[in-house]
């Protein structure tokens, strides 16, 4: 089935700096959604990206949907430590119900 | 609003013995997901089901696990005998209907199951 991989699968960053995943599949998609996991917590929703070369923002945070439909990117602006969690990107088939999840990106903010 | 409601939050069990696992989605939603959270294998989907229906159980590992959803406000996930490999985070996620695109899946705390 279709996998997207998300590097970088650890960052550590200083309060400040700034922090980007990506998410890469081999196939276009037809959209990808990003979640966010508090350590201890479940992942919540954060935002879906539809259409090809989407860029969208939640205050610090920058969401990008490659112009091909196989790449998407998440950006924080200046991190904060409420910021620590892992981010995943989630894909789903065409005309399916199941999302298939990357592994995440962990990141630690140093305060 | 209620969220996606789980319980146990926690389970602690002998392995051989019989486990259930409870979800309550959120109401009005219509799809059903369980998920298995684990180190080695990030988020796996076990099982999604679909104004009650289940529509692709091909995420569940094996005959020992086995899932239902009687009505739209409850579905379990039970594991039948237990083994320690089985030890994860489970959670359970609802969402609206998916149509022509994806719908947001809402997660609930999850169950913390730990065999020994």
């Known amino acids: 089935g279709q996998q997207v991989m998300q590097i970088p699968q650890y960052q550590h960053v200083q309060e400040g700096e700034d922090f980007t995943t990506y998410c890469n599949s081999s196939t276009t998609l037809s959209n990808i959604q990003w979640y966010k996991q508090r350590p201890g917590g479940h992942p919540v929703f954060l935002i879906q990206?539809?259409?090809?070369?989407e860029v969208k923002k939640q205050k610090r945070l920058t969401f990008q949907f490659g112009e091909a439909k196989k790449n998407s990117s998440l950006h924080i602006t200046a991190t904060q430590t409420t910021d620590v969690g892992t981010y995943f990107c989630a894909q789903a088939g065409a005309g399916s119900y199941q999302l298939t999840f990357g592994k995440g990106t962990k990141l630690s903010v140093i305060p | 609003d209620a969220g996606v409601i789980q319980s146990p939050r926690h389970e602690v069990t002998e392995m051989g013995q019989e486990v259930t696992l409870r979800c309550k989605p959120i109401s009005g939603h219509n799809s059903l997901f369980w998920y298995r959270q684990t180190m080695m294998r990030g988020l796996e989907l076990l099982i999604y089901?679909?104004?009650?229906?289940?529509?692709?159980d091909s995420g569940m590992p094996e005959d020992r696990f086995s899932a239902k959803m009687p009505n739209a406000s409850f579905s379990t996930l039970k594991i039948q005998p237990s083994e320690p490999r089985d030890s994860a985070v489970y959670f359970c996620?609802?969402?609206?209907?998916?149509?022509?695109?994806?719908?947001?899946?809402?997660f609930g705390d999850g169950t913390r199951l730990s065999i020994l």
């Open positions: 990206l539809v259409k090809s070369g």
């Open positions: 089901f679909n104004n009650n229906v289940p529509i692709d």
């Open positions: 996620a609802s969402s609206l209907e998916w149509t022509d695109s994806n719908q947001p899946q809402h």
